[in-house]
């Protein structure tokens, strides 16, 4: 099985910056890994997504310009570098790791592709 571990979430204010990280850990080895995102009220929405074997990224667009996700091979961690941030980029952030189809250009942001799910960090943003 598979553990996922976020931390670095926490209370920001607008404009500032955080790194989440989520270090994976068991049997399963990753062929990508991603962030989602989830506000109060709202439904859990892709945020970004990184191949684990070719190393390309996908991000929606509400983020794309402000947040970067990369990856330390050898810690099994993947890491969300969030700048410029908005009140709304407020919500539980979850990491996730799919392991179903090994592919380089494997991306997918529909949260059913994924098969294992950290507890979540919470990023607050503060206007």
């Known amino acids: 099985q598979v553990q996922l571990v976020e931390s670095g979430g926490r209370l920001v204010q607008a404009g500032g910056s955080l790194r989440l990280s989520c270090a994976a850990s068991?049997?399963?080895?990753?062929?990508?890994m991603a962030w989602f995102r989830q506000a109060p009220g709202e439904e859990r929405e892709f945020v970004a997504a990184?191949?684990?074997?070719?190393?390309?990224?996908s991000y929606a667009d509400s983020v794309k310009g402000r947040f970067t996700v990369t990856r330390d091979i050898a810690l099994n961690t993947v890491y969300l570098q969030m700048n410029s941030l908005k009140p709304e980029d407020t919500a539980v952030y979850y990491c996730?790791?799919?392991?179903?189809?090994?592919?380089?250009?494997?991306?997918?942001?529909?949260?059913?592709?994924?098969?294992?799910w950290g507890q979540g960090t919470q990023v607050t943003v503060s206007s």
């Open positions: 990184l191949n684990w074997i070719g190393g390309g990224t």
């Open positions: 068991g049997t399963v080895s990753p062929y990508v």
């Open positions: 996730a790791l799919g392991h179903r189809y090994y592919s380089r250009t494997y991306l997918p942001k529909d949260q059913d592709e994924y098969d294992y």
